[in-house]
Structures are given as structure tokens and as C-alpha cells.
């Protein structure tokens, strides 16, 4: 860095004195540019610029046209301003803090899928709010390469969407219509790469130098110096990390697939850009984005090109051109990386929310296992977080389930975790003996035998082989499992977030596999389509998809009636019975103590200091320091 840039990141007098330089300098343009959003974006770049600026430096402070991108970003963040409609700009003076309400719940759908089109999203807007969804994942329906685009991860270009779903503008219509209807759009920034097919992509194929600056084109012995440090994120598909050009005959950085190119962010034309994209997404009415692969997306020569420091730097950077030019948007850490990793991107000025691999890890974990202590141990160490932020707390998602524990926390408790991994494995697809689920297996790495899982929630929960059997006892103790897994995501402190068909007990589709684009992605096996008379089937109370989906409403009712469950702070609790898990949820005016029984036979709690309680899910009265809990048996207690 320059000596000078050096001196401005050690001092925040001069960093303030260098940012009212660069607004008195620019004012005259950014007004004009602005129009009506002057008066309110003046202060915030007063407000916010030194903050940038700082990231912006640490950023790009040692390239000598550092200053000349900055002010083209302040440029097109006066322009994103102009272009906000006034029911987002009505938003962005509202306080953020919505996830944290005891009312707050999600849900993630592919809009095919779900209903076929943007319109037919809008007609299911009334079974959202009857679920009590008011949170909304609509997964990648961006422009993407046919048939191949990782599940639509691989964008061709972000202002444009699949034509079969709808316009644009049909999408910005719908999304007020979601804010209208008091339910928060949530949309991906796919930001680490895009697909080999988008209009930069195109360019640096061409041969123009500057959109080939926005990927990395390298030679054989530049690819090397990374190379092999890197970790094989689809060793199936293809091994390494690279592609290469056959027209240039360089090897285009490629994490994931072929046709997803990596981006440069060391080029700060790029992050520009990308802002623009980003705040795009904004105005259409996003008040989520998902950041996709975050952890890949800074790159140095000699390591694992993950989770590196200037990742956090970047993001952040990406929140102070939010807090300019769209307050009210908030970012979504999708970090599935280990659990120390996954809590760094979790702050007020980074990621707001967070997936929780953990969680969703070790909740199955202990279904398979019985046992509750690597859940125990894992949660006391790792589920607090900064109270302005917030857990996205689910059971399985549109990808797989990969076993994100931590090695050392399983290995004090005397479990080898390559061996429990192996084993894991082998329980979810239904290959070790006694098992309950079907699940397939996604990515199994030839040279290691790792792989992850994936399947529907009910499929793996049990439902489709107790079906198969017709063993009405298996089906119960499924049943259970689901209303169990259920219970935790809603109580434990954060975003409960449902996936589509999960709330129905829809069962794996293996029809994929008859789908040549799709064959080679097991993931497809949890991407269900769901039809008419399965949400039909959610008020008919003699079907497994009304079971399941009326013990989730009753959840969800309980939950939105108890404020702890908001903003009441978490203490995981260790239970004398290592079938039991405990956590405790705590306000300054009310106590909720939530105890869930991990096996299929009765279990013992000797661990209630109070006598008297009130079960909230049921109503009734418990009195007693010791209780027995019923197969999969969820309580949530309040003492009297």
C-alpha cells in the first residue's frame, strides 16, 4: 500500500477528512444524478462514505487508479438511489430487526416448481400466509445455460429471468406484491462466478482485454501456483479446479463447474460491477440476498483460496454500498464451511443472517446416532452470535447434507470423524443395517469415499420405507421425527426456514434420473415439483402430507404466541441423559425450557430445577423435577 493510504486506514480524522473531500469534489454530479434521492442519500454517504472508503482501500489502495473507481461506484450508487421505488425507500427508515420476531418464518421454493410461474407464485400467495410464511426464498431465476446450470447457479445474466417463469418486470411486480403482502422477497447473488455464457464471458473469449481482466485466464505455470492447494468441490464432474480455453488456450479459473467462471475481485472494475447487479436485485424489491459461495470468492497464490481475509473485507464492502443505497437490504451468509469459518461471516456489518450447516448436521446426526452429545458440545461452543443478527435455522436445503462437524469437538468425545462421516453416509442412503432413511449420495469423491446426502425430509425422516414396509409403527416414529426436527428449527433462536414440499412429507423424486441434464446431479432427488392436490392434501387430515403439514401449523401457532422464542437469548444445556437434548430460552420476562428426546424409547429428564411447569404445545400442567419423555417426544415448558 501506499504510504498515504497506510496513514488514512490508521486515522479516522483523515479518513473523514479525505471522504468530505471527495463529496465536496463530487456533490454537484451525484445531486444531478440522484434527482429526488438526494436528501436522503446525502446524509448517508456523509454518514457511511468513511466506511467504504477504509474497506475500499484495504481493498484496492495499492492500485494507482484506486480513486477513479470509487468515484465511479459513488456514480452508479446515485443512480441505484434515483431508481428505488418509494415503497422500498419507505422501508429503508424502518428498523431491520424483522427476524427476530417470534412470527418470523421462512420458506425456499424453485418458482417452477412450486407453481410453475412468477403468476402462479402470486396465486399461492394466500397458502404462504395461511402456512404463516412471511419470509420467501425464490431460488436462482435468473438467465442461465441450457440444459446444464448447476440448478440455476450459473448466470447468464442477472436482469434477465428464465423466460419460462415470467418477465423482469412480471418479477418486480410480484415482489411488491410479496412486500404488500407482509412477506420479505429474499433472491441469490450468485457472486463468485457467472456462466461461461454471460456477456462478459462472451467478451473475454472475444479476446477484450478488459473483460478478460474481470475472470482469470492463466497460463499453465500461473494455474500452478494455485492449483494445488485447492479442495475438489465436485471431484465427480471433473478433478481440479481449472477449465481450459480451447480458443486461447488458457485455463479459466473454474471452482464448480466448467461453464461457472470465477470471478476477479481483485480487479475493482469487477466489484463494481458487481455492485451494480447487486443493488439491481435491490430495487426489484429483494430485502434478502443470498450471497452464494461466499468463501471462494478472493483467491492468493499458496492457500485453499477459502475463507481469506479479504472475503470478509469484500463483503463488507458490499454492506456499505447496501447502507448507501438500500438500507433495508440485508445479506444471508451461505458459508458451508467449518463451524469456526461459518461464524466470522455473521456481523451487523457483513452478513445479518446465516445458514446454519451445524445445526442441520448434528440434528441428524443425533437421529441416527440416538445421541445428543456432539450436538451438545458443538451448540454451547458455537450458537452464539451478535444479538443483531440471526441463525437461518433448517433441516435440509435445496443442495445436500454434508457433515460439517468439528473434528476436534468429536474426537474429545472419543468419535474418530472420518469413521462416523463413513457411517453417516452409509445410514442416510440407506445402507447401514436398521436404518430409517433414503437418501441418495451426492458427490461421493472417488479417491476419499466422501460424499454428502441428499433427499427430502420425509424420505429421510423415514416416511418412504415405512410406506414400502407398510409398518404402521415405523410410519408413527417418522411422523415423529419430522415433528421433532420441526420443534427444534422453530425453538431453538433464529429464522425457522422450510423448503418446498417439506411441509407436505412429499418423498424423494428419483425421476431424474430418466433426465439426461439431470441424471448426474443427485441433488435433483429433492427438488420436487409440488402439484395441486398435494396442497390439497395439506387440510385432509387422514393423509400423511395433512399429519404432517397440521403438527407443523400447530408449531407454528405456538411459536408465534410466545415472544421468547424471538428475542429471547439461547443457552444449550447439557442433560444427564445422553439421549436428551436441552436448550433454554430467555427474556427479561419470560423463561421457555425445550427438552427433545432423540430415541424411539422412553428417556428420563432429571434435570429440571423447578417443580411446576406449563407445556406449551399441549396446554397441560407438569409437575415434578423429573420427567419421562415418550418416544421422539418434543416439550416446551414454561415454569409457573
Not at 425456499?108 to 404463516?132: H, M, Q, S, W
Not at 441450457?146 to 423482469?168: H, I
Not at 427430502?456 to 414400502?468: C, T, Y
Not at 422464542?565 to 436441552?582: D, M, N, R, V, Y
Request: proline share 5%.
Amino acid at each position: 500500500m501506499q504510504k498515504t493510504t497506510v496513514q488514512l486506514l490508521d486515522n479516522p480524522q483523515l479518513l473523514r477528512f479525505e471522504s468530505d473531500k471527495i463529496l465536496k469534489r463530487l456533490s454537484s454530479t451525484l445531486k444531478t444524478q440522484a434527482k429526488h434521492a438526494w436528501p436522503v442519500l446525502q446524509p448517508r454517504l456523509q454518514q457511511q462514505l468513511p466506511v467504504l472508503l477504509a474497506l475500499y482501500l484495504r481493498l484496492y489502495g495499492d492500485l494507482y487508479d484506486c480513486y477513479f473507481h470509487l468515484e465511479q461506484l459513488l456514480k452508479l450508487l446515485a443512480k441505484s438511489a434515483a431508481a428505488r421505488p418509494d415503497y422500498l425507500q419507505q422501508e429503508d427508515s424502518s428498523p431491520q430487526d424483522w427476524h427476530k420476531a417470534e412470527a418470523a418464518l421462512g420458506a425456499a421454493c424453485y418458482v417452477d416448481l412450486f407453481a410453475n410461474d412468477f403468476k402462479g407464485l402470486a396465486e399461492r400467495i394466500p397458502y404462504l400466509k395461511k402456512t404463516g410464511i412471511n419470509y420467501l426464498h425464490l431460488m436462482p431465476l435468473f438467465k442461465a445455460p441450457v440444459p446444464n446450470s448447476d440448478g440455476g447457479y450459473a448466470v447468464s445474466d442477472y436482469r434477465q429471468t428464465m423466460p419460462e417463469l415470467g418477465t423482469m418486470p412480471q418479477l418486480a411486480e410480484l415482489m411488491a406484491q410479496l412486500h404488500q403482502q407482509g412477506i420479505k422477497p429474499v433472491l441469490d447473488f450468485v457472486f463468485n462466478h457467472t456462466s461461461d455464457e454471460h456477456a462478459w464471458a462472451e467478451k473475454a473469449k472475444a479476446g477484450d482485454p478488459t473483460y478478460r481482466e474481470f475472470y482469470f485466464f492463466f497460463t499453465e505455470q500461473e494455474r500452478d501456483q494455485f492449483a494445488p492447494s485447492l479442495r475438489e468441490i465436485f471431484p465427480t464432474i471433473r478433478r481440479g479446479s481449472f477449465t481450459q480455453d480451447p480458443s486461447s488456450g488458457l485455463w479459466i479459473w473454474t471452482t464448480f463447474n466448467n461453464f461457472q467462471w470465477d470471478l476477479n475481485y481483485a480487479n475493482p472494475a469487477v466489484f463494481n460491477a458487481m455492485a451494480e447487479e447487486m443493488l439491481f436485485l435491490a430495487n426489484q424489491g429483494a430485502s434478502v440476498l443470498r450471497l452464494d459461495a461466499l468463501a471462494f470468492v478472493w483467491k492468493q497464490a499458496g492457500t485453499s483460496c477459502e475463507n481469506l481475509p479479504k472475503a470478509h473485507t469484500l463483503i463488507q464492502a458490499f454492506n456499505a454500498v447496501a447502507q448507501i443505497a438500500a438500507p433495508s437490504l440485508q445479506f444471508k451468509s451461505e458459508a458451508i464451511v467449518h463451524p469456526d469459518e461459518v461464524v466470522k461471516y455473521i456481523a451487523p456489518t457483513e452478513c445479518q443472517l446465516s445458514y446454519n450447516p451445524l445445526l442441520m448436521a448434528l440434528l441428524w446426526n443425533s437421529l441416527a446416532t440416538r445421541k445428543t452429545r456432539l450436538m451438545t458440545e458443538s451448540l454451547q461452543r458455537r450458537f452464539a452470535i451478535d444479538p443483531m443478527c440471526s441463525w437461518v435455522n433448517y433441516i435440509r436445503c435445496h443442495d445436500d447434507i454434508g457433515w460439517t462437524f468439528d473434528d476436534n469437538v468429536a474426537w474429545q468425545l472419543g468419535i474418530n470423524p472420518d469413521h462416523h462421516r463413513q457411517f453417516l453416509n452409509q445410514f442416510y442412503t440407506g445402507q447401514f443395517p436398521g436404518s430409517f432413511a433414503s437418501g441418495v449420495k451426492f458427490q461421493e469423491n472417488p479417491a476419499t469415499g466422501d460424499c454428502r446426502v441428499a433427499g427430502m425430509l420425509a424420505s429421510l425422516a423415514g416416511v418412504e420405507k415405512a410406506q414400502q414396509s407398510q409398518n404402521a409403527e415405523h410410519l408413527q416414529h417418522a411422523l415423529a421425527r419430522i415433528y421433532l426436527l420441526n420443534s427444534v428449527i422453530l425453538s431453538i433462536g433464529g429464522l425457522p426456514l422450510l423448503y418446498q414440499g417439506d411441509e407436505l412429507g412429499l418423498l424423494n423424486d428419483y425421476s431424474y434420473l430418466d433426465d439426461p441434464a439431470k441424471a448426474d446431479d443427485s441433488r435433483w432427488v429433492n427438488r420436487v415439483r409440488v402439484h395441486d392436490e398435494q396442497f390439497t392434501a395439506a387440510n385432509q387430515p387422514e393423509t400423511i402430507s395433512g399429519q404432517i403439514y397440521q403438527q407443523l401449523q400447530q408449531l407454528i401457532r405456538c411459536r408465534a404466541r410466545l415472544p421468547v422464542l424471538g428475542h429471547g437469548e439461547t443457552k444449550i444445556l447439557s442433560c444427564s441423559s445422553p439421549h436428551l437434548f436441552s436448550y433454554q430460552r430467555t427474556t427479561a420476562e419470560e423463561q421457555l425450557l425445550c427438552l427433545v428426546n432423540f430415541s424411539e424409547h422412553m428417556q428420563q429428564s432429571d434435570d429440571l430445577g423447578h417443580g411446576q411447569w406449563l407445556e406449551q404445545l399441549t396446554g397441560k400442567p407438569m409437575t415434578g423435577n423429573r420427567l419421562m419423555l415418550k418416544p421422539y417426544q418434543v416439550l416446551w415448558l414454561s415454569p409457573l
